[in-house]
């Protein structure tokens, strides 16, 4: 327990030492952190760092060596400890969120079953934590992080045989009733600055989640500007008026809270997860990173150079080459789509933006009348309000730019595009056209459909390519998130010598989906009842909710769209799945885009 709380220290948040002298300070490394990694046997205690393009291992190294032994000298500052305590605990309550997964009840119930013999084991590990003195965290380094040899003792295990009665293994346990989900009822109040809070109220669960949705993703960047949105988000929380991006994240971290701001296609979002119990100075810094960022130079060069080289990555990876080049064929040039999927522009464009390019960006998007708020926790929205008058007194309306994305003919179909990769050993497949915008079709029946043909592990796409033939390790089909017109693809890496017979089977299942070969009422049935037995879940946590209330903004849904969501999802019918598949399942409108290398593919293709 100490030793987690050391690694953090070390490696834990933008103020671990790692972080702020590789990445931070000297910019050696694309990230650096620490962790322990626990067994019931013996643990690791792993540092880690990524050497950045043009450094050299060896510096690298010695200076993360020199970290770690200073750590090892010194021990921690009571402020290092105050912070990653407080860090924690917070992490630790909204794991407790959760039934299931990675930190909530049942993980945590069962990891200490194993490790002290006893579910409630936790209690006493709490105390460990909570009592974790400098002192202590200094001398337990010294003893376990230097040397690097110890002596391990390790029994055999008990031999086990089957019992002979008291549990029938002749068939699967029973499943009990299913129960009624139900979404919080949904609420909206529109500040005097013109913002509109969505506000999903729960009660019992001392987490709070917000998120502010602008009206502006990466399809609002101009052509010359390719890249503006995402690099202007990304530097929205490196610091403001009176704080660095370090103290920011520090005092986060006191709090037991975490600020994100991010750019998708055609939203961009600045998010709050904390604490109720410090909600009040979370939405402080919440405030002043939305309000008075100071779009610090040094910082702007650096998330620019770091774009700069995710682009040169991109253009190295098969998936990323795609999604980067098909848009414009799909969406046609001069599109608001037609841009690189990922978001990262060109190294043309970005190396062209400058700062005043940034601060425009956020003055002409990220505005109260151009944004709206969801909220999850245990609030009212009479309270809810007074906080955010107060909080986002300063923060003014202003004039925003038109948004609008523009309807696509139907494009013509059967035509491929090859991207040339040589000594590839593989080749990317991507099959793609355009449906019609979320919302428009029955989404619970698309839903199913697409799960039987591409979506699940044993659907058409992977149990053909994957299971049956051994050509690729997964295979699939998905709809990418957008307002507009969206596209429905077909994905599939396959092993260069099955290119061309790969593309050859996705046509047919395809083909056969709306022909001879549609859902079956088995499929069908596998399919409603997984999701109907997922129900249960779909809400569990805030950060779930939060997500249905941001596609109820995105999308423009009504409020009460889910309140019947699960009642839906119980009287969908088969005719419903085949009508989906008619409607959205159209082989002959497909445009393929293969990354591979030419020499080997390009004569079957």
């Known amino acids: 327990d100490y030793l987690d709380l050391a690694s953090d220290v070390l490696g834990s948040g933008k103020n671990s030492r790692l972080y702020k002298k590789m990445v931070y300070e000297e910019q050696v490394a694309s990230y650096a952190y620490a962790y322990i990694s626990p067994k019931e046997l013996g643990s690791q205690f792993i540092v880690q760092a990524g050497v950045k393009p043009g450094k050299n291992v060896e510096e690298v190294e010695a200076m993360m060596n020199e970290v770690v032994a200073d750590f090892i000298e010194n021990g921690p500052t009571e402020e290092e400890l105050k912070r990653v305590k407080a860090q924690y605990f917070a992490n630790y309550i909204k794991g407790l969120e959760r039934i299931g997964g990675f930190g909530g009840k049942s993980d945590i119930l069962a990891q200490h079953e194993v490790y002290g013999g006893n579910a409630g084991f936790y209690k006493e590990r709490l105390k460990n934590y909570a009592a974790t003195t400098t002192k202590a965290m200094h001398m337990t380094a010294k003893e376990w992080l230097t040397g690097g040899s110890y002596t391990l003792v390790c029994d055999p295990f008990p031999k086990y045989a089957a019992a002979a009665e008291g549990v029938d293994r002749s068939k699967l346990p029973e499943v009990g009733d299913v129960p009624v989900v139900k979404f919080p009822t949904i609420e909206r109040k529109t500040l005097k600055n013109g913002l509109e809070v969505v506000l999903a109220r729960?009660?019992?669960?001392?987490?709070?989640?917000?998120?502010?949705?602008?009206?502006?993703?990466?399809?609002?960047?101009?052509?010359?500007?390719?890249?503006?949105?995402?690099?202007?988000?990304?530097?929205?929380?490196?610091?403001?008026?009176?704080?660095?991006?370090?103290?920011?994240?520090?005092?986060?971290?006191l709090m037991g809270a975490s600020i994100g701001t991010y750019t998708d296609l055609d939203k961009s979002y600045v998010s709050l997860n904390t604490l109720k119990q410090s909600l009040d100075p979370s939405l402080d810094m919440f405030a002043d990173v939305l309000l008075n960022p100071a779009f610090p130079e040094a910082e702007f060069d650096r998330l620019k150079r770091d774009q700069l080289n995710n682009i040169k990555r991109e253009k190295a990876q098969p998936l990323q080459m795609a999604l980067r080049v098909f848009p414009k064929f799909l969406y046609g040039t001069g599109h608001a789509y037609a841009k690189p999927l990922t978001g990262s522009g060109l190294e043309t464009t970005v190396s062209q933006i400058s700062l005043d390019d940034v601060k425009s960006y956020y003055s002409f998007y990220i505005r109260p009348n151009n944004s709206v708020l969801t909220v999850v926790g245990d609030i009212s929205m009479k309270e809810l309000t007074a906080k955010l008058e107060s909080k986002l007194a300063g923060w003014k309306k202003g004039k925003t730019p038109p948004n609008a994305v523009v309807e696509v003919s139907k494009k013509k179909g059967g035509v491929l595009y090859l991207m040339d990769r040589p000594e590839s050993q593989q080749s990317v497949i991507i099959g793609g056209y355009l449906v019609s915008p979320y919302g428009q079709v029955s989404e619970i029946a698309r839903e199913a459909m697409m799960n039987v043909l591409g979506g699940d592990f044993t659907s058409r796409l992977n149990m053909n390519l994957r299971e049956?033939?051994?050509?690729?390790?997964?295979?699939?089909?998905?709809?990418?998130?957008?307002?507009?017109?969206?596209?429905?693809?077909?994905?599939?890496?396959?092993?260069?010598?099955?290119?061309?017979?790969?593309?050859?089977?996705?046509?047919?299942?395809?083909?056969?989906?709306?022909?001879?070969?549609?859902?079956?009422?088995?499929?069908?049935?596998?399919?409603?009842?997984?999701?109907?037995?997922?129900?249960?879940?779909?809400?569990?946590?805030?950060?779930?909710?939060?997500?249905?209330?941001?596609?109820?903004?995105?999308?423009?849904?009504?409020?009460?769209?889910?309140?019947?969501?699960?009642?839906?999802?119980?009287?969908?019918?088969?005719?419903?799945?085949?009508?989906?598949a008619k409607q959205l399942v159209k082989p002959e409108n497909m445009m393929w885009f293969v990354v591979g290398d030419k020499e080997k593919i390009l004569p079957g293709l």
């Open 468 to 580: 049956d033939k051994h050509w690729a390790y997964g295979a699939g089909s998905f709809l990418l998130d957008a307002q507009g017109q969206s596209p429905l693809l077909a994905y599939a890496p396959v092993q260069t010598d099955k290119t061309m017979e790969s593309i050859v089977e996705i046509q047919k299942e395809m083909n056969m989906f709306i022909g001879e070969k549609p859902v079956s009422q088995a499929e069908f049935d596998k399919n409603k009842q997984n999701t109907i037995l997922k129900l249960a879940g779909r809400w569990e946590t805030n950060g779930a909710v939060n997500g249905s209330l941001g596609e109820i903004v995105r999308y423009g849904l009504d409020d009460t769209y889910y309140d019947s969501y699960s009642q839906e999802v119980k009287d969908l019918s088969l005719g419903d799945v085949h009508k989906s």
């Open 202 to 253: 729960r009660e019992g669960v001392p987490t709070m989640v917000m998120q502010l949705i602008s009206d502006a993703g990466y399809a609002t960047d101009k052509y010359d500007k390719l890249g503006l949105a995402q690099l202007s988000m990304n530097l929205l929380d490196e610091g403001t008026a009176t704080r660095t991006s370090l103290e920011i994240n520090e005092m986060l971290q």
